[in-house]
């Protein structure tokens, strides 16, 4: 197939770009570029897994933002070296599309033992999860905008999970680092999720209440999600 990098008009994604490039067809996401100059890229080299974000020269967009969208059967964008350690603060907006069944998988790590992901909980909850002991879940809704933000420190107290502007719940998730990140399915091919995502926002260490709630506070004015 034909690709094109698609960049940025302030804080925005070129849009007039890439309705030229797609013109009247569809077009998927082969590559999701880290923004923070670490080459932490989220990748798909296989084109019938790669989620779409141009349908029939229409782009994806809800109230004027832009998402790409996995299929809930094989769609995924991986990195295999995230390079990340714990402690560890993601913030995820995305929309979980209605019918996702138990588990299915919005951010996975690419470990194949001593999992950690936050997963979709039969499309009323999302989870902080890990095979090792610890889970915590947190309530979320199903068809609209929202946002996650997941502190895990990896052992011990201190890992959180806060969705929109809900109180935040504590817990202790024990896993081991994460080697990779992947979005969309687990690494084994399961758990997929039908799942719009429109920011993904990785850290490392422990963000504090007070980080947290700036950062929170800062995508919600820019994607009004509560």
């Known amino acids: 197939g034909t690709f094109s990098d698609i960049g940025f ?5 070129d849009t007039a770009t890439l309705q030229t490039f797609c013109s009247a067809t569809d077009c998927f996401v082969k590559t ?11 990748t798909q080299a296989t084109a019938g897994s790669q989620p779409q974000i141009v349908s029939s020269g229409t782009i994806n967009t809800e109230s004027g933002r832009v998402y790409f969208q996995t299929d809930g059967t094989d769609d995924l964008l991986q990195s295999s070296n995230f390079g990340l350690t714990h402690p560890s603060s993601y913030y995820v907006v995305f929309d979980n599309i209605a019918g ?9 790590s690419t470990n194949s033992t001593n999992d950690i992901a936050l997963l979709i909980n ?14 915590i879940t947190a309530t979320i809704a199903s068809g ?3 946002l996650a933000a997941a502190v895990i420190m990896g052992s011990g107290a ?6 929109n502007n809900n109180a935040a719940v504590a817990g202790t998730p024990t896993n081991a680092n994460p080697s990779g990140l992947i979005i969309g399915r687990n690494i084994g091919g399961g758990s997929p999720g ?6 993904l926002i990785a850290y490392q260490g422990a963000h504090d209440t007070g980080t947290k709630n700036n950062i929170r506070q800062n995508i919600n004015t820019y ?4």
């Open 100 to 108: 996702n069944g138990q588990y299915d998988a919005l951010v996975d």
């Open 144 to 146: 609209v905008r929202q």
């Open 158 to 163: 201190g890992s959180s999970l806060q969705t």
């Open 32 to 42: 999701w570029y880290d923004q923070s100059g670490n080459g932490r890229n989220l």
């Open 194 to 199: 039908a799942f719009r995502y429109y920011e």
């Open 223 to 226: 994607f009004s999600i509560y």
């Open 122 to 135: 039969s499309d009323t909850g999302l989870l902080i999860w890990t095979d090792a002991a610890g889970s």
């Open 9 to 13: 008009k302030g804080k925005d994604l």
